[in-house]
């Protein structure tokens, strides 16, 4: 079947955001709210195991502050630590600290200019989203994806194959015309359960989690001055 779109994820896909960008958001939030949390890099890259913010947070308090997640108004403080999360985000990201990954924008460029379609399916936010690519990308770069389905735009995030079954029908595709990338194991198992073939690129959190059934897996979509330096490897 001919391809006629990619389907982008975000997080750790378009940019490397969790370690230098999602966890500091959440850290400042917690500090924000007086509370004593702090997500070191492999605390987080536990609770990466959790997708979704707010997910992650509750998952958090239930595990390690049962006292705070037994308060009345815990529900209530989730949303807040999120609301106050996301906007320590978007500041680190309209203040440019978070680059594309080598390789994305040249592929997007490229995927442009070949006439397919592009969408997003991400577990974060749209205003995330929208953010990230005006700053790493070019400004209004949210409108060359047709579709952006984003965090609770479904009832069930990755490895739920919502977001990806959302995006097809949205676009009236079917999943053999179109190619995800992806960059975690919860991503690759969302794609494939909506059928799509999909494409990781690792990170230093998703390195050694299985991927099989990718249709590659690679150390990022590389460079020209990056190729020499590195070499490329292709596995499955
Ligand atoms: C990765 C996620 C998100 C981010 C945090 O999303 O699981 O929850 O870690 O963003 P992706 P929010 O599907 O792009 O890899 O706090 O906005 O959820
Ligand atoms: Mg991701």
Known sequence: MT????????DGTLADTERDGHRPAFNAAFAEAGLSWAWDETVYGELLKVTGGKERIRHYAECLDPACAARPDFEALVHQLHRSKTRHYLELVEAGGIPLRPGVARLIREVRAAGLRLAIATTTTRENVTALLDASLAPGAGSWFEVIAAGDIVPAKKPAPDVYRYVLKHMDLSAGACLALEDSQHGLAAAAAAGIATVVTVTDYSRGQDFRGARAVLADLGE???AQLRGWHRST
């Open 224 to 226: 020209a001055d990056l």
């Open 3 to 10: 391809l006629r779109a990619l389907i982008f994820d975000v």
